[in-house]
């Protein structure tokens, strides 16, 4: 019996030294992964992404939708507050991971060995209209038009421009329409929900003064940065978020 001891000693030493060992080995917490975090650029573009006068902030209902979007994946969304013009320069070098904006505009079409991504489905729909001050208004009678510095608005400004309107190249949308609103120009090239949402927010009797004439439609889209590293996660936010809803165009199409 006494010789059995020692043996027994040991053991009962080895099962204490595992028990102990239990106690003190407890898996780490999980920790919830780092948010992804995303710079989106924003101009002036009512109703849906507005810049505040200073151009210090900017949102917007499109803002807000597209946070939601991104947030069911772990991605923040920074609002950046931009001229369209230098939206595309900061997409171009990648400062901007993204935006919204239409196809065709040639100044995201210019970079070499890569190109930024449109993700389907669209954001919108825009339709291109002409707002002429009719001849009773004390406005110019010398064919000028205010529009976007930037915008080629499928191909309308080359037309014009060969059909000899004076072009009046403005930073955004909000500073060509009170161009046109103050009578400085005959013409307004722009797209009509914007320009719409913002003289009714002034007037509501307001576009009763212009002549209007519709020239195209066209689609928006999320324009993916070809210089962001983040473009799979992007991409698979935007067509998640459309698939699961059914959505013909990302806006308007909520749970």
């Known amino acids: 019996m006494l ?61 807000e939708l597209t946070r939601q979007i991104f947030a069911q994946h772990q991605i923040e969304i920074e609002a950046v507050c931009v001229t369209p013009a230098r939206m595309y320069l900061l997409l171009d070098t990648g400062e901007l991971d993204f935006s919204i904006n239409i196809k065709s505009t040639k100044a995201l079409s210019a970079l070499q060995n890569a190109q930024h991504q449109f993700i389907a489905p669209p954001y919108s729909q825009l339709q291109l209209v002409m707002y002429s001050h009719k001849a009773s208004s004390a406005a110019p009678r010398d064919n000028s038009v205010a529009l976007i510095r930037g915008f080629d608005y499928q191909g309308q400004r080359a037309s014009l421009l060969q059909r000899g309107f004076v072009l009046v190249d403005l930073p955004d949308s909000i500073s060509a329409s009170e161009l046109f609103l103050h009578q400085r120009s005959q013409h307004l090239l722009t797209y009509d929900g914007p320009f719409r949402a913002y003289a009714l927010a002034k007037d509501a009797a307001l576009l009763a003064q212009f002549e209007r004439r519709a020239l195209s439609s066209i689609d928006t889209f999320y324009v993916l940065s070809a210089r962001s590293a983040h473009k799979t996660q992007m991409q698979q936010a935007i067509e998640t978020y459309a698939a699961r809803h059914q959505c013909r165009y990302i806006k308007g199409c909520q749970p």
């Open 3 to 63: 010789a059995r001891t020692p043996i027994l000693a040991k053991s009962v030493l080895l099962s204490a030294g595992v028990v102990l060992l239990c106690l003190l080995w407890r898996p780490l917490p999980a920790t919830a992964a780092t948010p992804l975090h995303l710079k989106m650029g924003l101009h002036n573009f009512p109703p849906d992404f507005v810049v505040s006068p200073d151009g210090q902030s900017c949102g917007g209902p499109g803002f």
